[in-house]
């Protein structure tokens, strides 16, 4: 069994060689999509948003993440809660009490994380 690891098709097929190819092709085929669509020309309300036909004055929104991070901690207590129950061994009352204190457990933490 020959097994040269200087081929230079060896080099070609490493992780960072391929992502920084990929990342040369899609930029090329960015760039030739910026070349080939038409030039954009401020005319009327071209550039203004589109609010189903209705006039609507623009203002800063100040956009916040308290509700993304709710659902991002419900989101990770179930699958770790599924994680571990899925886990639990069998065959023993001790570990089915041990898994039903851990399902009141995470009960009781949903409901803590919906009141807030």
């Known amino acids: 069994m020959n097994i040269t690891l200087l081929n230079p098709w060896n080099i070609i097929l490493t992780p960072f060689v391929g992502f920084f190819a990929f990342l040369l092709i899609s930029y090329l085929i960015y ?36 509700l993304f991070f709710y659902a991002a901690l419900f989101f990770t207590m179930m699958h770790v809660a599924a994680l571990v129950i899925a886990t639990i061994p069998g065959g023993s009352p001790a570990y089915a009490m041990l898994g039903i204190v851990y399902l009141l457990m995470i009960t009781l933490s949903v409901v803590a994380l919906l009141l807030k």
């Open 31 to 66: 760039r030739m999509g910026d070349l080939m669509a038409p030039k954009l020309k401020d005319q009327g309300a071209k550039l203004d948003q589109y609010a189903c036909g209705e006039d609507f004055p623009a203002r800063k929104i100040q956009v916040g993440y308290k």
